[in-house]
Nanobody, 123 residues
Framework: QLQLVESGGGLVQAGGSLRLSCAAS????????VGWFRQAPEKEREFVAA????????YYGDSMEGRFSISRDNTKNMAYLQINSLTPEDTGVYFC????????????????WGQGTQVTVSS
């Protein structure tokens, strides 16, 4: 199976930035579309962003464009999520995901998931 491991989360003050990383192993990463989701405490899982396996196309969830930027480097088997101008509302667990057939989106959950990385934004 494809293995995904997120990193880069932590505690940051409002207005700061974080770059989350997703390391893939086990299968050919370049064949998978990648998506980022997040889940705040007591909230439903929310679609953040997705990128096609070639990196040619990117998509963002509602209200996610601008401060969020998804990218990937297939030579390193890595995907990234840059978050700028963080607010307390961005607090939650951020998950990296992948699917070989369908681009991740709000109404389609990918097949493969990482364990998540915690992002906490203080006022």
């Amino acid at each position: 199976q494809l293995q995904l491991v997120e990193s880069g989360g932590g505690l940051v003050q409002a207005g700061g930035s974080l770059r989350l990383s997703c390391a893939a192993s086990g299968r050919t990463f370049s064949r998978y579309h990648v998506g980022w989701f997040r889940q705040a405490p007591e909230k439903e899982r929310e679609f953040v962003a997705a990128i096609s396996w070639t990196g040619r196309s990117t998509y963002y969830g509602d209200s996610m464009e601008g401060r969020f930027s998804i990218s990937r480097d297939n030579t390193k088997n890595m995907a990234y999520l840059q978050i700028n101008s963080l607010t307390p509302e961005d607090t939650g667990v951020y998950f990296c995901s992948a699917d070989s057939q369908t681009l991740p989106r709000a109404n389609f959950l990918p097949k493969h998931w990482g364990q998540g990385t915690q992002v906490t934004v203080s006022s």
